[in-house]
């Protein structure tokens, strides 16, 4: 059975476009995966990401698309922004696991 895509981004980058995937995962535990296309339609990234419920997974599976923009792919840009608008991990935060998100209103 074909996976089901349930929300979708692409990003301008300095070597062309990518697409954003994210697909709910079945199972016992609350699970989305991201995967990452390039212009071509090749997968060059892919995490599945568990969370307590699909909300939880759903955000975490969000954020580890953006840390993966952020560390490797900076020139993503949602909708000409110069940011991919996709949430990511605030490592300065201690104690708790946080994420930020950044988009220009202007």
């Known amino acids: ?6 929300a979708t981004r692409e990003f301008e980058t300095d070597a062309g476009i990518l697409r954003l ?11 989305f995966k991201y ?9 060059i990234e892919s995490l599945e990401v568990y969370g307590a419920d699909s909300v939880q997974a759903l955000l975490f599976c969000l954020t580890a698309a953006g840390d993966y923009l952020q560390r ?12 991919s608008g996709l949430p990511i991990t605030d490592i300065g935060a ?10 220009p209103t202007e």
């Open 35 to 43: 995967r990452i296309l390039n212009s071509n339609g090749d997968e």
């Open 94 to 103: 201690v104690g708790e696991w946080r994420a930020r998100i950044s988009i």
């Open 21 to 31: 995937e994210v697909i709910p995962k079945g199972g016992d535990a609350p699970a």
């Open 72 to 83: 490797y792919v900076p020139s993503a840009s949602f909708f000409e922004t110069g940011v």
């Open 1 to 6: 059975m074909p996976e089901q895509v349930v």
